[in-house]
């Protein structure tokens, strides 16, 4: 198939006519670029004349030499000889033939003096300063830095000349409408808005590669960093755009808001009430911290249904006013017509709702959380939930899971890469061997605890969420300052001891909907390859309180610290302890 070059005569004519732009500077006596060993500090501070004041420098030329010097040297008053003269090695260096001395010559005046024509140059002298490179760079990482900026710079210039045919500015992103379905040039697929990285693995290559020699470094970071924070580039305008999809894609997500009554819109901070409900599970002592500590936070009423019966806890519970117990025993089941769930999270979300129904003329807020979660809050817990907007269904609390000291109560939590704004990436310098394998590093849920309005009709109360008509509500807001403590691994003992329960029936079941190797995978792994000293391992680096992991966390803002004294809560609440 016969094919017709963009450019007549093909290559050999391209590089005909690059030739020919590369004849060498004539000279008249006693003109040429300075030695090797010239005195570049003295260079330093001297500025540039102008040279239509100075006899020497004016016309007529004698030479292209000093067409070219009066040319920079008008260009350039002002500057520091050190500016002249970058620029005039560029201007040999750009032909054919040159003096012996003057890729050295221009190595050595970056190597020195780099970070003065930083400051002195504009953008585009500093981009064909890092185009020299490209071509006499004293090494490989000079020489393929300043290739691959040129070829950026120089397609760059194209593509946005060519651009400004389409009435737009620089600065003004294509609309998101209108994308015609067509192969690239070479057959190249098309970049993607929503989830392409090109854009990001070209800057990121170029500043590493750089890295490698001291000299080039400093220019090129200085040329990235200028092309990143500017606004007309490409790299910007598909930030917006892709800022804008998003934007989009939210705004034509499924919208399933939960009506909230217009009697509960306007209910002010002192007639708000609020409760919690948890299914529970546990000795008589943990039941019992668990209250104290929510009922000190405020807490209007607590329904706690007791999944293993026994009537010696409820007893205890059941001597403060504001506990509400309910035994889950045979009769319990007979009497709501239902037969027992299997699940245990299915009777949670059971008793959950039945409570969010039953206590609509109690309470305004119900919270569902677990006996081993703990809230903690930067303000009285009603003031937080006042502040929740008035059309609002659900009241999300995300979770802090706590480092397991040696000894003792935990008192520092971490939070996950997402709540504080962390690259996923920064997870392995976190944990350095399992990190990457569990989502965000946490053990357990990531996803936090609801807090629900009561009286809005057909919801269903879960595990993590409100449903409306089947449906996750949408209408919900995260309040500022509030984290749920969830003490999951609070020792290397608890851990092991309920490992087997969450693997089958718990939070380290298969999750298929996770692409990362997920706890029941990794620990069973764990535990058939290495037994208990490779899930000990595992522990001591994800669970385990110690310095070095406080520090990591701490230096990404994914720690936060909380001291608990629950005997005294149980003491102040229930006057003993059970």
């Given at each position: ?98 003096p012996d001395h003057a890729p050295a010559l221009f190595v050595r005046l970056w190597a020195e003096h780099g970070a003065q024509l930083v400051r002195e140059l504009d953008q585009r002298w500093l981009v064909s300063a890092i185009t020299t490179f490209g071509d006499h ?14 070829a950026l710079f120089g397609a760059m210039k194209l593509y946005e000349s060519e651009r400004l045919y389409s009435g737009l500015t620089p600065d003004q992103p294509f609309a998101l409408t209108g994308k015609v379905r067509a192969k690239l040039p070479l057959d190249m697929d098309s970049y993607s808005i929503s989830g392409g990285g090109l854009d990001v693995n070209l800057i ?375």
């Open positions: 198939m016969s094919r017709t070059p963009t450019y007549k005569g093909g290559i050999n004519a391209l590089l005909a006519q690059y030739e020919g732009r590369r004849d060498s500077f004539s000279y008249a006596e006693g003109e040429g670029l300075p030695p090797l060993d010239v005195d570049l500090n003295t260079l330093a501070n001297q500025v540039v004349p102008d040279p239509n004041h100075i006899d020497q420098e004016t016309r007529p030329f004698r030479s292209s030499y000093h067409r070219k010097r009066f040319q920079l040297r008008e260009e350039l008053q002002g500057l520091s000889e050190l500016s002249y003269l970058n620029g005039m090695l560029i201007a040999h260096l750009r032909k054919r033939d040159v760079g004293a090494n490989a990482t000079q020489r393929a830095t300043g290739l691959a900026m040129t990121a290559r170029l500043w590493q590669e750089a890295q490698g020699d001291t000299t080039i470094a400093p220019l090129a970071h200085h040329l990235i960093e200028l092309l990143i924070h500017d606004e007309r580039t490409l790299f910007r305008r598909l930030q917006v755009m892709k800022t804008r999809r998003d934007r989009l894609k939210k705004v034509k997500a499924k919208s399933n808001i939960a009506p909230v009554p217009v009697d509960r819109l306007t209910i002010g901070q002192q007639d708000l009430r609020w409760g919690i409900v948890s299914t529970i599970k546990a000795p008589l002592g943990q039941i019992a911290r668990f209250a104290a500590h929510h009922l000190e936070l405020g807490a209007d009423t607590l329904h706690i249904f007791l999944d293993d019966p026994k009537p010696e806890t409820a007893a205890f519970l059941a001597r403060h006013p504001k506990i509400h117990v309910t035994l889950c025993d045979d009769a319990y089941w007979q009497s709501t017509g239902k037969r027992r769930m299997e699940a245990h999270q299915l009777r949670q979300a059971y008793n959950a709702t039945r409570t969010l129904r039953a206590t609509e003329d109690d309470l305004h807020w119900l919270g569902h959380i677990d006996v081993d979660e703990f809230i903690m809050t930067d303000a009285p817990m009603i003031e937080k939930l006042a502040s929740v907007g008035p059309a609002i269904s659900m009241a999300r609390i995300p979770p802090a899971e706590a480092l397991a000291p040696d000894r003792g109560t935990p008192e520092y939590f971490k939070l996950t890469h997402k709540q504080a704004g962390v690259k996923k990436s920064d997870l392995q310098d976190i944990y350095p061997t399992f990190g990457l394998h569990l989502y965000g590093g946490f053990l357990s849920h990531s996803s936090g605890k609801v807090f629900a309005r009561t009286g809005i009709p057909d919801t269903r109360l879960g595990i993590h969420t409100l449903k409306y008509n089947g449906e996750d509500a949408s209408n919900r807001e995260k309040p500022e300052g509030l984290y749920l403590a969830h003490f999951h691994a609070p020792s290397w003992e608890h851990f092991r001891g309920h490992l087997d329960f969450r693997q089958t029936k718990g939070s380290y079941r298969p999750r298929s909907e996770r692409p990362e190797l997920g706890q029941a995978e990794l620990l069973k792994f764990l535990s058939d390859e290495e037994g208990d000293a490779g899930l000990r391992a595992f522990f001591d680096e994800v669970c385990a309180d110690t310095p070095e992991l406080r520090a990591r966390l701490k230096a990404r803002k994914m720690l936060l610290h909380h001291q608990f004294d629950f005997d005294a809560s149980v003491m102040r609440v229930f006057g003993r302890m059970p």
